[in-house]
């Protein structure tokens, strides 16, 4: 799966170099952006796919030990511990049977990508759907523009997309197919996009949050709590998500500086929270 949309991908620029951009001279802003984007979304697409997810990896005996403690005090909840791994899962972690590693704050495993999505990686995976959003709108244009220029006028005085469509196919079949699999993949990039904004952001969820919240409201009492500590708004999801700081600075008036720290992504190890903090 990674190696087919690293190579439709490849093939989707050398497609748009050999057949697009001879045709067609884009203006300077969308040539900027289709070089800085061909450079990100590269970069994140590494990160996201050869990157680590957030792999719990803890000693044996120091696990074992855990175990023993908290039979010991009567605090053993099975439904806490992973019998794979032989270590108590931290809050949000999941135990990935394809990895068959625990991941901290697991989303989901990508077939597309064949690795987790978790702590570690999974900003990249939305760094890279919206830097592919944005830097697929040059080609897309280009798409256009060499349509109007090479086909005839049936093509453009067509106003509706399936009639439109087949006048492409019988100008240019080659980049009529290229920009239908552009379409079917751009369509996928912004739903996935929507999705994990909808629920990471506004919802502060991850997807196997969202598709188990029933199973996790039975087998534990206090998941309503649980979800007031994920969910901080808007803007403080958004922190927490990415790691960096919202709207840091600093403010004179008159002979005070008041310094307005914004939004902080908050301090909390995933790789070790097993309850959630009194202040909340």
């Known amino acids: 799966m990674p190696s087919l949309m690293v190579a439709y991908l490849f093939y989707l620029h050398v497609s748009n170099f050999t057949h697009n951009l001879p045709q067609n001279i884009s203006p300077l802003p969308f040539v900027i952006i289709y070089v800085i984007f061909s450079i990100t979304v590269p970069i994140f697409m ?29 605090e053993f909840k099975m439904t806490e511990f992973c019998t794979t791994c032989i270590q108590f899962r931290p809050l949000r972690s999941k135990h990935c049977r394809t990895c068959d590693k625990c991941v901290a704050r697991f989303d989901h495993h990508c077939p597309w990508i064949d690795n987790c999505l978790g ?29 109007y220029q090479v086909c005839d006028d049936n093509y453009r005085q067509s106003s509706f997309i399936i009639p439109r469509f087949w006048y492409a196919y019988n100008c240019s079949p080659w980049s009529a197919w290229m920009g239908s699999l552009l379409s079917l993949f751009y369509m996928w990039m912004l739903f996935m996009f929507v999705v994990h904004t909808y629920s990471m952001l506004v919802k502060g969820q991850t997807t196997n949050e969202a598709l188990n919240a029933d199973k996790y409201k039975r087998l534990r009492p206090n998941y309503d709590e649980e979800r007031r500590f994920y969910h901080k708004g808007f803007l403080q999801n958004l922190a927490d998500f990415t790691g960096f700081k919202l709207f840091n600075a600093e403010l004179e008036i008159g002979e005070n500086t008041h310094r307005y720290t914004g939004y902080r992504p908050r301090d909390i190890d995933w790789y070790a929270i097993e309850q959630v903090p009194d202040d909340l």
Not at 60 to 67: D, P, S, T
Not at 120 to 138: D, S
């Open 119 to 147: 702590e570690r990686n999974h900003k990249y995976f939305w760094f890279f759907l919206g830097n592919g959003l944005i830097g697929l709108l040059p080609i897309i244009y280009d798409g256009f523009t060499y349509f």
């Open 46 to 74: 590494y990160f996201m796919i050869r990157g680590d997810p957030g792999y719990i990896v803890r000693d044996r005996r120091e696990n074992l030990a855990a175990v023993v403690k908290k039979c010991e005090s009567s």
